[in-house]
């Protein structure tokens, strides 16, 4: 089996295939009859059988040169009988030893040449008989296919091409029976379906290699010289101009090929298709490249593959490629390289330099290898769902309940998105349905001759797929003004045959989008050629954004560029400050405050009434924690915060072992009286004085003028659109800590240009990771200086609005065990879907050297406002697991759904370049396919006590939680690693 495959990955594959004894498994393999898995099972099971129920060395089996029919006449009777019939003059029979030897000594004196084989057992006899029927009742368990191939049978003596002969009852037959290899053969020879001219290979255990000390083919050869000669220039279009490198080893091939932007024919592909009038190259364009460049591939290096049809898969688009009309040159690269073993090439597509350096990657598909006949079948198994859908379509037309727009009215509509020029607007009519996302159109290619030479227009490819587009940003529940879909590529792009598409035709395009997460929509557009479907166009998918982010990425024509390079120096007033100033800070702490030397026990009992929310006075030695509302989650804590600000190893169970305040004096009084406590900050308001360059800039500054509000305004934004706390904003010394991705960045710049009037840069925080570089890149060279959170009494306007436009609240985390300050490793366990870490309050302590974070879900009290998928969960997440430990390595795990986040957290903190040493999943469910539970499910856990401890009930969120975090587990699409990127993973 393994040798076949090898033999095919070299481009040899059988016409026809016969085999031998064993070899029938084999060949019923490599014919498509069996699975490898079944039969690998097969032999397995006939091996099996045979050492249970028969005895080795008892029968034997023996080769003779003389024919069938010679033999005959020495068999009559004999208990030996024939096995097999191997060639005119080759012969083996089997039987019981003493006949055997018998037979064998018999034949010697007729001078008929015997070898007996060296087998265990007598194969195709009757000493295999007690296996027969045991082995044909496995064998009821696999599945038997139609051959691929024809099949030589040596049983039959015939050639097998039908489903239905190989079956249990064939298996055992060819067990017993004997086998007429020349038989097989001759019956292959009569429909011409072999002849003498045929190669044929036989695969064996023996050597086919000369052995010349190794098994190199090329050992004892001289090393071949090659000379490197110019590529010639074999491939040229509009989209793909020249080969630029190129070459191929083995099953592998790499090309680079490379385009001028500038070029008419070319540039006009970008112009007519512009985006807030900015002329964008669109994702067509790097289809057709992709299209090119794989038939290339194809004819170039593996030319023996014959009617290959490409799908365009995976096609994202990362940075838009705008033309530039100011360029002579605009030079775009795409380098491909393919597998043949896998058919399937990875392209990319990059902008480069007029030296060849590469200045941005833009776009990246794969190219996979298939056969349009297999599409065609598999699409047209579809047309019963879609048929009636657009007879539907038909029929609310005429009631009024859908839009019919001619090509005038509706590219009108699109205008509002995408101004497309007239080799574009291949629309002759459209039909929508804007409550059902639904929609259909008529297509008539509208490209001339002087547009270009593609393999698959852009033109062409745009037009057939415009339609999604056209429903997402033309429906009537979409206000154009404040929201814009754009278009985040698809999953594949498949076409029976591209060649077959013409300008003569007419087409129908069909398209249904559908919710995909919180903000994306996605859907397939079915392209059909009359009643038949000629190309798909799966998972193509829109999100929504605000349409204010997209003039931030594409600012509309006759807009204020975004500068590239740090603005003018400001204005003298604005340059004018004190040399030195003294100012008073109000600052808050986190604790109450202690004296020097704070016994632990008063430390203990001031977080404890911070915690509960009482004066310390409240807290009488009587008073009980269970009647104060101290249920399991605000337990845990608490023993965390004990762990963490007093150095102190206290148990998660400390409250149920000390009910009441006067226990736990008595604990820390016993456990850790020599302890004592010295906190760095306080509770109460304090005055800070300091002069100079060390002062501490507050927020709100009443003496500060324009520059002191700009300089603040800029931790305000970044707050108000990641969703988290100014004071989370002004600790960070690294703003890589916010995990600012592409489009993140365009609304924060977005926003500084809009609020404070000010020429940004869209590349400002790539390469200034700090507030005070980014003020500084920006020309307001500010001090210096420390941002520090203000008090609710001083807080400006902008914060308070700042505070309360903030809609993802900031997730929390709990010392579970050890003592983060000697730990050599910090585990984090992310919470089930109860969204609280109490559920590791029972783990037994891990060791000594281990600190164990638990985070809590920052929606686990507000299930309500849970409307995300898990991936939206877990940026809070990182931002408090980077704000106890801002580097890696980093250890992950969870129990139950929580091991799925461990799982979502470790690919985004590897995407931002941190390492993941260890991922631990505790009992947790595979992501993919999911099924949702049922309310009624916790209704019944709840009735039977599941949830909460003795007579308290569960909280009133806990419920809540359990539901909406299994809604947003439904909308996780789970992806793989990267290669390479996947930390050691332990499954418990």
């Known amino acids: 089996m393994t040798l076949a495959k090898l033999w095919s990955s070299w481009g040899v594959n059988p016409s026809v295939v016969v085999r031998h004894n064993l070899g029938e498994y084999a060949a019923l393999n490599i014919a498509g009859v069996l699975s490898a898995s079944d039969t690998i099972y097969l032999t397995g099971k006939r091996a099996q059988f045979l050492v249970e129920e028969c005895d080795v060395g008892t029968h034997s089996m023996l080769a003779i040169k003389a024919s069938a029919f010679t033999l005959s006449h020495h068999l009559e009777g004999r208990s030996c009988e024939i096995a097999c019939i191997n060639a005119p003059e080759e012969t083996v029979i089997s039987g019981a030893n003493a006949g055997v030897d018998l037979l064998s000594q018999d034949l010697s004196v007729h001078d008929l040449k015997c070898t007996k084989l060296r087998v265990p057992f007598a194969f195709h006899s009757a000493q295999v008989e007690p296996i027969l029927k045991k082995f044909e009742a496995v064998a009821r368990g696999v599945t038997f296919h139609k051959p691929s191939i024809p099949i030589i049978s040596p049983l039959l003596g015939e050639v097998i091409t039908r489903a239905g002969t190989f079956d249990p009852t064939y298996l055992g037959r060819y067990c017993r029976e004997p086998v007429n290899f020349r038989g097989g053969l001759r019956a292959a020879k009569e429909p011409q379906l072999i002849s003498e001219s045929d190669l044929s290979i036989e695969d064996n255990k023996n050597h086919w290699i000369q052995y010349i000390h190794d098994w190199c083919l090329t050992k004892g050869d001289p090393p071949a010289i090659t000379e490197s000669q110019p590529i010639a220039p074999t491939l040229s279009t509009t989209s793909v101009q020249k080969v630029v490198e190129e070459y191929g080893e083995k099953n592998k091939a790499t090309v680079v090929v490379e385009s001028d932007i500038a070029h008419p024919a070319l540039n006009a592909v970008l112009q007519g298709h512009k985006v807030n009038g900015t002329p964008l190259c669109p994702s067509s364009l790097y289809a057709d490249m992709a299209l090119t460049v794989g038939e290339y591939l194809i004819s170039r290096y593996n030319p023996k593959v014959m009617d290959v049809a490409m799908d365009v898969a995976n096609m994202t688009v990362t940075k838009p490629l705008i033309a530039n009309k100011d360029q002579k040159t605009q030079l775009l690269r795409a380098s491909a390289s393919v597998d043949w073993n896998t058919q399937l090439a990875v392209l990319k597509s990059y902008s480069v330099s007029s030296d060849g350096k590469k200045i941005f990657d833009h776009a990246s598909c794969n190219v996979k290898y298939g056969h349009g006949c297999d599409w065609e079948a598999e699409w047209q198994r579809s047309t019963y769902l879609t048929k009636p859908r657009l007879r539907r379509l038909a029929k609310d037309v005429i009631k009024g309940q859908s839009h019919k727009m001619k090509r005038g009215m509706a590219y009108r509509v699109f205008s509002s998105m995408v101004e497309y020029g007239n080799s574009y607007k291949g629309f002759e009519d459209v039909v929508l349905d804007s409550a059902e996302l639904e929609g259909t159109a008529h297509i008539k290619i509208q490209t001339t001759e002087d547009d270009g030479d593609f393999l698959f227009s852009p033109y062409w490819v745009d037009s057939l797929g415009q339609l999604s587009d056209f429903v997402m940003n033309g429906n009537d529940a979409v206000d154009q003004k404040t929201t814009a879909y754009l278009n985040h590529g698809w999953d594949s792009m498949r076409c029976a045959d591209v060649r077959a598409f013409s300008v003569s035709k007419k087409y129908q395009t069909y398209v249904k989008m559908q919710p995909y997460d919180e903000t994306t929509r996605i859907g397939d557009v079915f392209v059909f050629e009359e009643d038949t479907i000629v190309a798909v166009y799966g998972g193509v998918k829109f999100q929504g954004v605000p349409r204010r982010l997209l003039d931030s990425v594409l600012p509309p024509i006759g807009a204020a560029k975004a500068i590239t390079t740090p603005s003018a120096p400001q204005s003298e007033k604005s340059k004018a400050s004190p040399a030195k100033r003294s100012k008073s800070v109000t600052m808050a702490a986190p604790v109450p405050t202690p004296s020097t030397g704070m016994n632990i026990v008063d430390h203990a009992i001031g977080i404890l009434a911070e915690e509960i929310g009482v004066q310390v006075s409240e807290l009488s030695n009587e008073a009980s924690f269970a009647d104060m509302g101290v249920d399991s989650l605000l337990s845990l804590t608490i023993s965390g915060k004990f762990r963490e600000e007093l150095d102190a190893e206290v148990e998660s169970s400390i409250f149920a072992d000390c009910p009441s305040v006067k226990d736990l004096k008595q604990y820390f009084s016993k456990n850790h009286s020599a302890a004592t406590s010295t906190p760095e900050t306080s509770h109460e308001e304090t005055k800070s004085e300091a002069s100079g360059d060390e002062s501490m800039t507050p927020i709100e500054d009443e003496e500060g003028g324009p520059l002191d509000d700009v300089v603040t305004s800029i931790p ?141 879900c920052h929606y686990m009290k507000t299930p309500q406002d849970l409307k995300c998928s898990l991936e939206g969960i877990t940026p809070p997440y990182l931002v408090e697991i980077r704000r106890r430990h801002p580097r890696g390595p980093y250890y992950f795990g969870g129990w139950s759904a929580g091991g799925i986040s461990a799982f979502d957290a470790a690919q985004q903190i590897i995407g931002q370049g941190e390492e993941v040493s260890r991922l631990i999943f505790l009992d947790s469910p595979f992501p993919i396919g999911l099924e949702k539970l049922p309310r009624r499910l916790y209704d019944f856990f709840q009735s039977i006590g599941m949830f909460g401890t003795g007579k308290q009930g569960p909280p009133d969120w806990l419920i809540g939680h359990f539901l909406a975090f299994v809604d947003a587990l439904d909308k996780y699409r789970a992806v793989p690693f990267a290669a390479g990127k996947a930390p050691t993973t332990h499954m418990i």
């Not at 200034?768 to 609710?792: E, F, Y």
């Open 716 to 856: 305000l934004i970044l707050a108000e659109e990641f969703g988290v706390s100014i004071a989370e904003i002004a600790d960070m010394t690294n703003l890589a800590q916010l995990s600012m991705d592409s489009l993140m960045t365009l609304a924060v710049t977005g926003r500084m240009r809009e609020e404070l009037g000010m020429e940004v840069a869209s590349n400002l925080f790539r390469e200034n990771n700090t507030i005070i570089a980014a003020a500084d890149a920006l020309g307001l060279k500010p001090k210096p200086a420390k941002i520090s959170p203000p008090t609710p009494n001083k807080m400006s306007s902008l914060v308070q609005k700042s505070l309360r436009s903030a809609v993802i609240p900031a997730a929390s985390s709990i010392l579970l065990q050890g003592n983060p300050k000697i730990a050599s490793k910090t585990l984090w366990l992310f919470p089930d879907g109860s969204g609280s870490a109490t559920s590791y309050a029972p783990l037994s302590r891990i060791s000594d050297d281990v600190a164990v974070y638990g985070p809590n």
